[in-house]
């Protein structure tokens, strides 16, 4: 049927319309994150490596490669995760070929993992709040998200959940990436705040558990650092918050947070404190004190630029000079590792067949897991001025993390 009334005006009006839609919609994909994504997926699925019978006699480097956005090695489902400006790839742990990779046209803000994921975090104008996952195992795509964040943000994960954490505001992301808990500051605020102090905090070091996390922070009009802890409450944003002041624990002492535990029985926090002695104080969540361990001197500072390691059933932290062990479960004290001689650590631990080992000076250790113990150190050569050094093992493949750059040895 013909239009009862269809003019030349009607016509044009309609092409132009046809034309402001199309354009519209290019525009839309020419900016969109999209366009700007370039995912490749691996040719099959990769699978973890039976574990190593035993530590082997003697290491040789196998491969390395630069990956800035990480500061451990990342090891999800048989993969090495490395970072490098707007890539983030998934390698091959015993030759370093890159078997899958996903880019943006953005430098990465920093790499994590959790589960079957590894875990990219990019920047846009609101902070580093893009977040993709991508199935370690393939490269295929998995859950995203994006948030208000900080411009700087340090992301860590313990395998049950993922921190990211800003100098005003941390959140905690579950396997999905839906976010379980928020704190601190947004750009626009619609709710009041729940801090204990008020506006004006800085965020100094966090760690998290599933549900809960613990955050030093340094407020305006105060100069004593405040731990808190926080909890899932009924709102990701509202959490539950204990406050506990640290008396003469000032922002720039090297006070942090090493790390928390969430079990039915709630959780823990052990928490390094300089002043007035070096200790480190296991807390419980309604802010007692529960354990506390004296070290003989304050760490070195390059101690702060690594976080703990988590071989199975064990929390070990290097402080620059020893590696201090403590019980997974509960965050009790085990023993210490100390230097010997021309062998310092320069990391914390991993684990291979049943034992410990640590990076130190000219090798790595070999100890006893179950007493600390040394039992031989494997020749290793570094390049001059590797001073930190973070270890991971995959297989028979031993991963250390120095710097910027990942070094495989086998």
């Known amino acids: 049927m013909r239009p009862e009334r269809r003019t030349s005006g009607d016509l044009v009006a309609a092409a132009v319309i046809a034309v402001v839609i199309v354009v519209v919609g290019v525009v839309i994909w020419w900016t969109s994150d999209a366009r700007a994504t370039i995912s490749r997926p691996a040719s099959d699925s990769a699978t973890n490596p039976p574990s190593a019978a035993m530590v082997p006699a003697a290491l040789s480097q196998l491969w390395t490669t630069t990956s800035p956005a990480t500061w451990a090695p990342v090891l999800v489902s048989g993969t090495v995760i490395t970072g ?35 875990v990219a975090v990019y920047p846009d104008s ?80 966090a760690a998290a558990a599933s549900s809960a996390v613990s955050v030093l922070e340094s407020c305006a009009g105060h100069s004593d650092l405040q731990l808190t802890l926080l909890r899932a409450g009924k709102e990701e944003d509202e959490p539950e918050t204990q406050h506990v002041p640290e008396h003469r624990v000032t922002a720039d002492s090297g006070a942090r947070v090493l790390a928390v535990t969430d079990s039915d029985n709630g959780a823990n926090t052990a928490v390094y404190l300089p002043t007035p002695q070096p200790r480190i ?43 201090m062990v403590f019980d997974s479960g509960t965050l009790a004290y085990r023993y210490t590792i100390p230097g010997s001689g021309a062998a310092v650590p320069l990391g914390p631990a991993a684990r ?40 991971a093992v995959s297989g028979p493949t031993v991963l250390e993390q120095r710097g910027d750059t990942v070094v495989a040895l086998g």
Do not use: N
Request: with cysteine.
């Open 281 to 323: 104080e296991v807390v419980d969540q309604t802010g007692t004190t529960i354990a506390k361990t004296l070290l003989p001197a304050k760490p070195s500072p390059d101690s702060a630029a690594l976080p703990v390691s988590r071989p199975t059933g064990l929390i070990c932290w290097w402080t620059g000079d020893a590696v």
């Open 126 to 205: 609101r902070g580093c709040g893009q977040v993709s996952s991508v199935v370690a195992a393939d490269g295929l795509r998995g859950p995203a998200r994006t948030s208000y964040a900080d411009r700087t943000v340090r992301v860590t994960s313990e395998g049950s959940s993922v921190l990211s954490t800003g100098s005003t505001r941390l959140e905690l992301w579950r396997s999905d990436l839906v976010r379980v808990m928020s704190y601190g500051e947004i750009d626009a605020r619609v709710k009041p705040s729940a801090r204990g102090r008020g506006q004006g905090c800085t965020l100094v070091s």
């Open 352 to 391: 291979m067949a049943d034992r410990l080992l640590i990076p130190v000076t000219d090798g790595v250790g070999v100890f006893d897991q179950s007493t600390g113990a040394p039992e031989r150190i494997i020749p290793v050569s570094r390049p001059p001025g590797v001073s930190t050094v973070f270890p």
């Open 84 to 118: 490098d400006g707007p890539r983030m790839s998934g390698r091959d742990p015993a030759t370093g070929e890159e078997r899958w990779s996903y880019s943006r046209d953005v430098d990465l803000c920093a790499v994590s993992w959790i589960y079957r994921y590894a």
